[in-house]
DNA sequence: CTGAATCCGTGCCGATACTG
DNA sequence: CAGTATCGGCACGGATTCAG
């Protein structure tokens, strides 16, 4: 058996939960908000200006999840202009290494995944 | 900087291509069939009973995406009934250890993030 | 500045039926 | 057994506008 197979059956409702939980890590904006957060409280404006190509609404919603989710602490300061900070939890931190380690190995073979496309392409023609 | 910051700067597009190739590891299928395929070669028919919840179509999407990619090597032999099989490459192994890492991580924290839920939505009461 | 609300197109994905 | 083909719902996500 895989270990993660292993993995899923210490909680026994066949990966389900397991699945929810990695697509909400794993979409389109979380993964990249929670690494831009690392080492760093950012305001609303810095985050959009930060991760390159988000929406203000996607911004919002995914902060809105991992706030949910204890992923990342929100605190607004009474003033005006509205100042409000995003800093990573204890929880946050935790995913970090992981993600990081994830993106690591996604830049490290981007070359070789490019190249395998272009040879798949060919073989396809 | 973060770290994930600088990883982004070697690459010099801004994480456009390191979103791209995050999306496609971290859609809704491409890491379980990963897994799935962990220490093991697999026909089609298996991996579609052990991977639950997941349709013929998008099986078969996602083996064309991660042959393409070059993460699974797809064997087809010439019997009747036809019998296909998939294995991890070598690519594919070695995304194992981290897709297994952020998994692991994901499976620790199901508890705390479902507290974090529920404590969310009563305040939102 | 930090959102919330609305509109709306695109494409993902499931269901179903069919093929070699 | 291992797919391909087709259709349709609907959710994701971008653009825009409005509000506190």
């Not at 911004?59 to 992923?71: Q, V």
């Not at 003033?79 to 204890?90: I, K």
Request: aromatic letters at 4%.
């Amino acid at each position: 058996m895989s270990e993660y197979e292993h993995l899923c059956m210490i909680r026994g409702d066949g990966g389900h939960t397991l699945r929810q939980i990695l697509e909400q890590i794993c979409n389109k904006w979380t993964l990249l908000v929670v690494a831009t957060l690392d080492q760093q409280t950012l305001r609303f404006t810095d985050l959009h200006q930060r991760v390159p190509g988000i929406s203000q609404r996607m911004l919002t919603l995914t902060l809105r999840n991992l706030e949910r989710d204890g992923l990342v602490a929100r605190e607004v300061h009474a003033e005006v202009p509205p100042r409000v900070e995003y800093t990573l939890t204890a929880m946050g931190r935790s995913l970090l290494g992981p993600a990081l380690t994830l993106a690591g190995w996604a830049m490290e073979h981007v070359p070789h995944i490019e190249q395998s496309r272009a040879a798949y392409e060919r073989r396809r023609t």
